[in-house]
T-cell receptor
Framework: GAVVSQHPSRVICKSGTSVKIECRSL??????MFWYRQFPKKSLMLMAT?????????EQGVEKDKFLINHASLTLSTLTVTSAHPEDSSFYIC?????????FGSGTQLSVL | EDQVTQSPEALRLQEGESSSLNCSYT??????LFWYRQDPGKGPEFLFT???AGEEKEKERLKATLTKKESFLHITAPKPEDSATYLC??????????????FGKGTLLTVNP
């Protein structure tokens, strides 16, 4: 199956700093990637849809200036959490579409102190 | 608004004790229903996609079925390694290139040896 690589797997940062998370499709090209956020015992919540070569589409309630998404190539999308605060601590997961299936990265646990 | 409800929230089974997980959904035109497996601290792993009522798919000890209102994930003679959270997600119709998935909260399955 298709492989999606995400890193880092875990990051701890101080409040006010920015954190970048990378998502790569290793053996296929992905024109569309998705970023999700997951809280403990909660469902995955779609944050934004990342389209190669164009602006990301954000879901209602997601601050686009806080969660910057860049999809500069067909195999790489990045999510930057700017000026992170403790409430941004969460599990962030990316996914990429391959045909009619959606494959997920291994997730990034962000902890903001 | 698309909704996905999974039950039970948690299920404990003895090794070899077969059971079923439920996923009830309301969606404006179902394009696909997806089952994923998620291990702690990992991204979801794709299991099945079902497209129309009456469809069934099998993989090892797992079998997924679909009706117009719900899907079941049947686990036959489970083993401890089947312990994980099982997620259900739906993709709504509506044309275009929308590939947004709406996830349920998942069922945490624990299989005791």
């Amino acid at each position: 199956g298709a492989v999606v690589s995400q890193h880092p797997s875990r990051v701890i940062c101080k409040s006010g700093t920015s954190v970048k998370i990378e998502c790569r499709s290793l053996d296929f090209q992905a024109t569309t990637m998705f970023w999700y956020r997951q809280f403990p015992k909660k469902s995955l919540m779609l944050m934004a849809t990342s389209n190669e070569g164009s602006k990301a589409t954000y879901e209602q309630g997601v601050e686009k200036d806080k969660f910057l998404i860049n999809h500069a190539s067909l195999t790489l999308s990045t999510l930057t959490v700017t000026s992170a605060h403790p409430e941004d601590s969460s599990f962030y997961i990316c996914s990429a579409r391959y045909g009619e299936k959606l494959f997920f990265g291994s997730g990034t646990q962000l902890s903001v102190l | 608004e698309d909704q996905v409800t999974q039950s039970p929230e948690a299920l404990r089974l003895q090794e070899g004790e077969s059971s079923s997980l439920n996923c009830s959904y309301t969606v404006s035109g179902l394009r696909g229903l997806f089952w994923y497996r998620q291990d702690p601290g990992k991204g979801p792993e794709f299991l099945f996609t079902l497209y129309s009522a009456g469809e069934e798919k099998e993989k090892e000890r797992l079998k997924a079925t679909l009706t117009k209102k719900e899907s079941f994930l049947h686990i036959t003679a489970p083993k401890p390694e089947d312990s994980a959270t099982y997620l259900c997600a739906v993709q709504a119709g509506g044309g275009g290139s929308n590939y947004k998935l709406t996830f349920g909260k998942g069922t945490l399955l624990t299989v005791n040896p």
